[in-house]
């Protein structure tokens, strides 16, 4: 149910704010010459095309900036890349860690039952039995599904994204419907 990458912020342009979605990680250099390692969570193979631009950020708004991608193939687990004015492995060095974040516009709209994490962000959850859970704060993934971390008061809940337990979702009127298995605490 995910099409992958998360929000981190939306960046000043000529035509007002641009949004991003964080679609990679930089885990590391390679070599003498700037290139880096990337994980990433794109499922567009051509969203890191040489010549393409992508911003990098520590994970604030503030931060991210923007590079050209000179260079990119696929390696081991992930991606080779390098960036245009990364010119040597103390610069990579110094990227590790960052996200890799694309405009939105760049990205194709989801298939049919799938959403970009960052629409699921604040939606309202709420299940037939137990009424108003909370707002979706967090998402991870498990590899077999993504776990919605919905936050209430004092307490979160881990809830799987899979049909069996996500009846709905309505991004327009900002809620997910749930139906927990019975036994289910939600601290409510």
Same mark, same amino acid.
């Given at each position: 149910?995910?099409?992958?990458?998360?929000?981190? %912020?939306?960046?000043?342009?000529?035509?007002?704010?641009?949004?991003?979605?964080?679609?990679?990680?930089?885990?590391?250099?390679? @070599?003498?010459?700037?290139?880096?390692?990337?994980?990433?969570?794109?499922?567009?193979?051509?969203?890191?095309?040489?010549?393409?631009?992508?911003?990098?950020?520590? @994970?604030?708004?503030?931060?991210?900036?923007?590079?050209?991608?000179?260079?990119?193939?696929?390696?081991?687990? %992930?991606?080779?890349?390098?960036?245009? %004015?990364?010119?040597?492995?103390?610069?990579?060095?110094?990227?590790?860690?960052?996200?890799?974040?694309?405009?939105?516009?760049?990205?194709?709209?989801?298939?049919?039952?799938?959403?970009?994490?960052?629409?699921?962000?604040?939606?309202?959850?709420?299940?037939?039995?137990?009424?108003?859970?909370?707002?979706?704060?967090?998402?991870?993934?498990?590899?077999?599904?993504?776990?919605?971390?919905?936050?209430?008061?004092?307490?979160?809940?881990?809830?799987?994204?899979?049909?069996?337990?996500?009846?709905?979702?309505?991004?327009?009127?900002?809620?997910?419907?749930?139906?927990?298995?019975?036994?289910?605490?939600? @601290?409510?």
């Amino acid at each position: 149910m995910n099409n992958g990458g998360s929000v981190t %912020g939306k960046i000043s342009s000529d035509t007002g704010f641009l949004p991003l979605l964080v679609m990679g990680e930089i885990t590391g250099a390679h @070599g003498l010459e700037g290139n880096i390692k990337v994980r990433s969570f794109a499922r567009a193979p051509d969203l890191f095309a040489p010549g393409s631009r992508v911003f990098v950020s520590s @994970g604030t708004r503030a931060d991210a900036q923007p590079f050209v991608i000179d260079h990119c193939v696929s390696y081991k687990k %992930g991606l080779l890349m390098r960036l245009a %004015g990364i010119k040597d492995r103390d610069m990579a060095d110094a990227l590790m860690g960052k996200q890799i974040l694309v405009p939105r516009s760049r990205l194709p709209e989801p298939e049919e039952n799938t959403w970009y994490w960052e629409d699921l962000y604040g939606l309202t959850v709420t299940d037939g039995v137990s009424g108003d859970l909370g707002t979706i704060d967090t998402i991870f993934s498990t590899g077999a599904h993504d776990i919605l971390v919905v936050k209430n008061k004092d307490r979160e809940l881990l809830i799987p994204m899979h049909r069996q337990f996500v009846m709905s979702v309505d991004i327009e009127n900002a809620r997910v419907v749930t139906r927990l298995p019975e036994g289910y605490d939600t @601290g409510l």
